[in-house]
């Protein structure tokens, strides 16, 4: 609620000051700005990983607010106990210790650059390149549903739908559309991480976009086994004739 408050008192805050004529320093004007924008990651998801991204406006400003104070202990004394007050409540989020403090992390290369990972991380990312070598060489599309866009950088490939993060329930008719694009692609696998987001049934992707699922069963062939229950992989069938009528593959 703070990013609210924040958002919404330095926005008017900034106006007041400008209606009476005064200046206001620029860099308060920013993160004035930035603060609403970015304070959706935080109410999309109500942990500490999505607070972490859309706290950071918010933070840029506390720090300016306590530059405009005008003794250097008082600037210290607030700033200091600011970043321990951080460091107390993330440094059991913060990657870089966990990497050093709990067994598995594994380094991985991601786009010429050497990444520590847990466990659970870097066996996805694993399992995306071994389907990819296996079911979409030479640059073939592939489609990871519903909330991986990351996969597609990673495989260097471009994301064969216009929702790349598919967690809202959605009309038959916008399903249809994404369905013309899953056609058009002609991607080598699907992978369907079929899980109810926040323990909510509706969000779960057989039921949020239910058209869509029906038809990747349809046309796609299941992969045994998976490495985890909630993945439902799907490798291309082999080439074979449509009958456009029925969109059902025959011999």
């Not at 004035?32 to 840029?60: K, S």
């Not at 909330?147 to 329930?169: D, K, T």
């Not at 249809?176 to 991607?187: G, H, Q, S, Y």
Request: aromatic share 10%.
């Amino acid at each position: 609620m703070a990013l609210l408050a924040f958002g919404i008192g330095a926005l008017g805050w900034v106006f007041k000051e400008r209606l009476r004529g005064r200046p206001v320093r620029p860099e308060l004007v920013a993160v004035a700005c930035a603060t609403l924008p970015y304070a959706h990651f935080a109410f999309a998801r109500a942990d500490v990983g999505h607070l972490a991204q859309g706290i950071y406006p918010m933070l840029l400003g506390i720090f300016i607010l306590l530059a405009t104070l005008r003794t250097w202990a008082s600037k210290l004394i607030l700033s200091v106990l600011t970043a321990a007050v951080s460091l107390f409540i993330l440094a059991a989020w913060q990657p870089g210790i966990l990497a050093r403090t709990q067994d598995g992390w594994r380094q991985i290369n991601v786009s010429g650059s050497t990444i520590s990972m847990d466990p659970g991380t870097a066996d996805a990312v694993q399992l995306l390149r071994d389907l990819t070598g296996r079911y979409a060489p030479e640059g073939r599309t592939v489609l990871v549903l519903p909330f991986w866009p990351g996969a597609y950088p990673l495989l260097e490939r471009e994301a064969p739908l216009w929702e790349i993060y598919a967690l809202s329930p959605r009309t038959e008719d916008f399903q249809r559309a994404e369905i013309e694009r899953i056609k058009n692609a002609d991607p080598g696998f699907v992978l369907v991480f079929n899980m109810a987001m926040d323990s909510r049934e509706a969000l779960r992707f057989s039921n949020s976009h239910r058209l869509m699922d029906d038809y990747i069963r349809a046309h796609f062939e299941p992969v045994q086994p998976t490495p985890d229950p909630a993945y439902q992989i799907y490798k291309a069938l082999p080439k074979a004739k449509i009958n456009p009528t029925s969109e059902k593959v025959v011999d």
